[in-house]
């Protein structure tokens, strides 16, 4: 299995604030990354794919960068409803879909 | 507007079978994609079961292969999940989902619909 590896585990920040979360994989993914939001209760859903794109629905200051081992999910300017724990999946293997194991966006 | 609800039972026994179903409404899943299963234990991440193909074609996740059946119904446009020998370690929330492979990759999938998820706790 590819193994991801998100970092922070947690972050605390404030509304108006850049976030930056890291997600790295165990090998080169190419851009075969995924993001996701969870809020509590509820079900995932979808932000970016392949590294970059934005899915259907999702606000512009959402962004993604990075490819091979390494990729970047960026919130330019944190808005209160942004306060979730994030999630990225690899879908470069044929084998397994893997998910890293989730940075938590808390209220500073 | 896609939607996916999940069904089946709450509380299941160590070693016997997990059983749900998922229903999908505003799609037929004889059209295309694939879809699957997901779960996450309380409090932690996210697992990939596998999914299913309106054809039959499955893929399933080489942890759990052994112990995995996904299967469809396109009469009533739904699918269902059987987990077998079950564990305390197979307690989690159960999301069905739709999978979908972005637009110039050959392989691979993301979720770009997810049922509401059914908690499933194994007990005696």
């Known amino acids: 299995d590819i193994q991801m590896t998100q970092s922070p585990s947690s972050l605390s920040a404030s509304v108006g604030d850049r976030v930056t979360i890291t997600c790295r994989a165990s090998?080169?993914?190419?851009?075969?990354l995924a993001w996701y939001q969870q809020k509590p209760g509820k079900a995932p859903k979808l932000l970016l794919y392949?590294?970059?794109r934005l899915a259907s629905g999702v606000p512009s200051r959402f962004s993604g960068s990075g490819s091979g081992t390494d990729c970047t999910l960026t919130i330019s300017s944190l808005q209160p409803e942004d306060f979730a724990t994030y999630y990225c999946?690899?879908?470069?293997?044929?084998?397994?879909?893997?998910f890293g194991g989730g940075t938590k966006v808390e209220i500073k | 507007q896609v939607q996916l609800q999940e069904s089946g039972p709450g509380l299941v026994k160590p070693s016997e079978t997990l059983s749900l179903t998922c229903a999908v409404s505003?799609?037929?899943?004889?059209?295309?994609?694939?879809w699957g299963w997901l779960r996450q234990p309380p409090g932690k991440g996210l697992e990939w079961i596998g999914n299913?193909?309106?054809?039959?074609?499955?893929c399933y996740n080489p942890s759990l292969k052994s112990r995995v059946t996904i299967s469809v119904d396109t009469s009533k446009n739904q699918f269902s999940l059987k987990l077998s020998s079950v564990t305390a370690a197979d307690t989690a929330v159960y999301y069905c989902?739709?999978?979908?492979?972005?637009?110039?990759?050959?392989?691979?999938?993301?979720?770009?619909?997810w049922g509401q998820g059914t908690l499933v706790t194994v007990s005696s």
């Open positions: 090998q080169g993914i190419s851009n075969s």
């Open positions: 392949a590294a970059s």
């Open positions: 989902a739709r999978h979908s492979r972005p637009a110039g990759y050959s392989s691979g999938w993301t979720v770009d619909y």
């Open positions: 505003g799609y037929s899943i004889s059209s295309a994609y694939y």
């Open positions: 999946q690899q879908y470069y293997s044929t084998l397994a879909l893997t």
């Open positions: 299913i193909y309106h054809s039959g074609n499955t």
